[in-house]
Every structure is written in C-alpha cells, then in structure tokens.
C-alpha cells in the first residue's frame, strides 16, 4: 500500500454528520491556482500563528534565513506578541504585523505561508484556512486534533495543490534517514516490534473548584475557536492545555506524534495497523488534568506490533537486556538480528542481542529548511514530511486514546489474563504496574482504564462493529469555527 491513500472512501460516516461550514475567508471555493517557483530575488513572507512556546522555535528558524521575512505574529493572547516582534526587528527586518484573529491574518494577500504553533484543537482547521486562502502551511504536530479532521486536512491539501509540511522533525534528520535506510535494507533482519517511548515527568498541574478567568490579554473566544465553549478549570492558562481533552491529547499526543512516526517509520508501514487498544490511568495525585499521565497503547498490524508507553512519574530509562543503551524518550526496535535504539531527534545505534555494536547513525537536519526549499521551488514531493505522512502518525495517537476513553475500570489484581497470548504485551502491562507499585500507588485499591480492541476497517479508515469508537474519529465544532466540507471534485 503506498503513502497515498487519496483513492479510499474515508470516514465516509462519520464524516456526513459534520456541520458544512460558511466560507471564513473570500477565497473559499474559489479555483486552486498554481504558484509558480520564486525567483532567486524574491523572500518567502510568512506569518506564526502561536508564539507562546513552539511558535518561538519557528520564528527563530526562519529568521536565521535570508530568503524569508517573517511578516506578521498571530495569536489570540496579546502578551505574546512583544518578544517574537523584537527577534524579527533584532535581525533587521521590518517590525512585523500582528493579529488575534487569524481570519483577519489570512486577509494578507501579501501573505505566502503560516507557520502553525498553536494548541492541538486549532491545527487542521487553521491550516485548512490558510490553503485556502492560498497560503503554504508548516503545522505542528500532532496535526490534528481527530482523526476525521486529519484526512479533510489532506483533502485541502490535494484540491488547493498547496504545500504543507507536518511538524515531525525527525524526518529531516540525516542521521534518522540513513538508519531506517539500513533497517529497511535488512540489516536487522525481520522487524517484528517497534517500541515507542514517552518517560517525561509530569507533576500534578493543580486542583480548582471554581472557573478561573482567562488572562486579561486573551480573547478567550478565539482561542476556544472550533473547541466548545467552556470555562477554564485550570491554574494555568498556558501549555496546561494539553492535558484536557477540549484541546489537547494527552502526552500521546504530545510526544507520541514524534516517536509513533519514527516507530512506525522504522516499521515501514504505510497504512493503520489492523487492531488498537489503549489503557491506563492518572495516578499519583489528584488534579484537574483529564488525560492519562500513565498509559499502554498496542498496535497489531499482523506482521508486526507498535507498543506505546506514557510514563509521567518517576521511572528509570528503558533498557533491552544486554543492550548499553536505554532511552527515555525514543524508540526501540526489534529485529531477529539486534535492536535499534533511538533516544533523541537525530541519531540511532543498533546492537546484536549480545550487545556488540553493529552500527551508529549521526546527523541533524532543518525541517523548516526543507519547508521553505519545497514552497520556493513549489515542489511538495521534496518535503520530508508531506501532511499525509504526519496524519498517519498522527492517527495512531488518536485512536488508542478513542480506546482508552471507551475503558471500563479493572483491577490491578489479579492482572487481566486478556493479554496472555501476547509475550510482548503482558511483559509490558506487568512493568505498567510494577512502575506504579515503585512510585507508591496501591495496587489493590487501584484501578485502570482498560479500553477494548479496536478493529480497523480494511478498505477505509473506520473502525468495525464499534459506533460509539466511531463516532469518536470525528468532533462538533462551535461556529463559525466549522470545519469546512470536502472539497469539491
């Protein structure tokens, strides 16, 4: 099966209950025009939207080439716009535009590209804007906040004939190209497991019983844009997000874009695998955070399996046994001759089983680099992570959360025997809880969330004999923040 998965039928049912939005911007149905390749003279002018934490790392990029102007900063919280405006005038360009409302941004006819670093919710269908008002786009992952959105996001891409770029970096590291090179060359033999590993600490983030305001420097509406309205249950306004399923996706969907891809990469898989589960939990404390801080997602493609692991409390590093390298963040790969262990943006080192080294790969990249050389040549086919890519990965995010949001609570104790038949998968839910046990969870007063095996459908990207999981691919967006239909043919 190719990348491509433009001939599929996709979400077709879930897909029909989404609201047809009103056109946001003029260009709204109007004919794709073609762009032609930018002249050695001319500088791409692009916009951020989100400058309160990535966004920074993009304006940083781009003013470090000379070939760009970043002309104008987007972002619903004025706060943030004073330290991008004087990294743009620190390097001599003109003082940029500025803007809460990305509507009024995507009026620019100026304007050639956005740079999307804003919370989950608002990717896809900020990115479909911008195609649509004929902007480039460059969007974070993960790049969407569902998985229906995800795939009208390709759709947009494919009818505008627009470049856009998903944010998973590692796709431009030369180290991380040449190692899935030489395990794609078989240098490991078969590969039949793709460890994927999230072991960031995340503390508690606070505990309110009543709505706490938004800051003074928000406009709090556009903010919430497609996500419903409600008011805010958290200490912190900012980066807190993520943790609420309105707008983020948990750290599965906050790192899990980066390791999911490189795992699956490695795998060389290029379509969803045939069955997802999620399980887990939030322990350790009690707080207004609704995503899972400890969770498992099992991936079983037939051939092969990606497991998952989201670990927010205190743990040590993955180790293989007899392998020198561990990772707390990355990816492990099973072949029948070694291992490869990846535990960074940008290098990978495989190891027979006895722990001998059988190679070493080294070597960033610039993916923003590789954004701005397919936008100047318009030539989608040298970007590194064209959006199909990142909404595959992307998608194997979402759809074990759907799994763990379907669980039902089970106990610890005994251990479910549900995954007996499953070397791999029990030797993982025995170190879950194992790991919970050290950091001083009650295992037998403790419950997690076990969701069911999620059959995905074979000629489409929808999941059998399951309405509920189904109607969960997809989201009701608050107007006029509506995702706008499938393009016409």
């Not at 059988?358 to 970007?383: E, K």
Request: proline residues 6%; aromatic residues 10%.
């Amino acid at each position: 099966m190719s990348e491509s998965l433009s001939r599929r039928k996709f979400l077709q049912d879930t897909l029909s209950l989404l609201a047809l939005s009103a056109a946001p911007i003029e260009a709204l149905g109007a004919s794709p025009k073609i762009r032609k390749p930018y002249g050695a003279n001319e500088k791409v002018r692009i916009a951020v939207l989100g400058v309160h934490g990535r966004g920074l790392d993009h304006t940083a990029a781009y003013l470090a080439m000379p070939d760009v102007d970043v002309i104008a900063i987007c972002d619903p919280d004025t706060a943030t716009w004073d330290r991008p405006v004087k990294m743009v005038e620190k390097s001599g360009r003109p003082t940029p535009k500025t803007y809460q409302d990305i509507r009024k941004l995507l009026e620019d006819k100026s304007l050639d590209a956005v740079s999307i670093a804003t919370p989950n919710h608002w990717h896809s269908l900020a990115a479909i804007w911008a195609m649509q008002a004929g902007k480039d786009v460059y969007v974070e992952k993960p790049v969407s906040h569902n998985v229906a959105e995800g795939w009208r996001m390709v759709e947009w891409t494919r009818y505008t004939k627009r470049i856009c770029q998903a944010g998973t970096q590692c796709r431009s590291s030369k180290g991380l190209q040449e190692a899935m090179q030489w395990l794609h060359e078989g240098n490991l033999g078969k590969i039949h497991l793709a460890r994927g590993l999230c072991y960031k600490r995340r503390n508690s983030i606070g505990y309110v019983t009543t709505p706490q305001p938004p800051p003074p420097t928000v406009d709090y509406d556009i903010w919430l844009g497609p996500a419903p309205y409600k008011p805010v249950m958290r200490e912190r306004f900012h980066y807190d997000w993520h943790w609420f399923w309105d707008y983020g996706n948990g750290d599965l969907g906050n790192q899990g874009p980066h390791e999911m891809d490189k795992a699956r990469w490695a795998l060389n898989k290029t379509e969803f695998p045939k069955t997802v589960l999620g399980l887990g939990g939030r322990f350790g404390y009690k707080d207004n955070g609704q995503t899972p801080n400890t969770m498992l997602a099992l991936m079983d493609y037939g051939d092969c399996k990606l497991i998952f692991e989201v670990r927010g409390l205190k743990t040590e590093e993955f180790k293989v046994r007899n392998i020198p390298a561990g990772a707390y963040i990355g990816d492990i790969i099973y072949g029948e001759k070694g291992v490869m262990v990846n535990s960074n943006y940008s290098s990978a080192t495989a190891y027979d089983y006895d722990g001998n080294l059988l190679a070493r790969f080294n070597g960033g990249g610039n993916h923003f680099r590789n954004f701005i050389d397919a936008v100047r040549s318009q030539d989608p086919s040298i970007l590194n992570a064209e959006i199909e890519v990142g909404y595959l990965s992307t998608s194997l995010n979402h759809l074990p959360n759907i799994s763990y949001l379907l669980g039902k609570p089970t106990p610890f104790e005994p251990m479910t025997s549900e995954f007996n038949s499953d070397k791999d998968a029990l030797e993982t839910l025995n170190a879950f809880a194992d790991h919970l046990a050290a950091n001083g969870i009650n295992l037998e007063d403790s419950k997690y969330f076990l969701g069911p095996s999620l059959r995905i459908g074979r000629n489409a990207e929808r999941i059998d004999g399951n309405n509920r999981a189904n109607s969960m691919l997809s989201a009701s967006y608050r107007s006029p923040f509506t995702l706008p239909a499938k393009p016409k043919a």
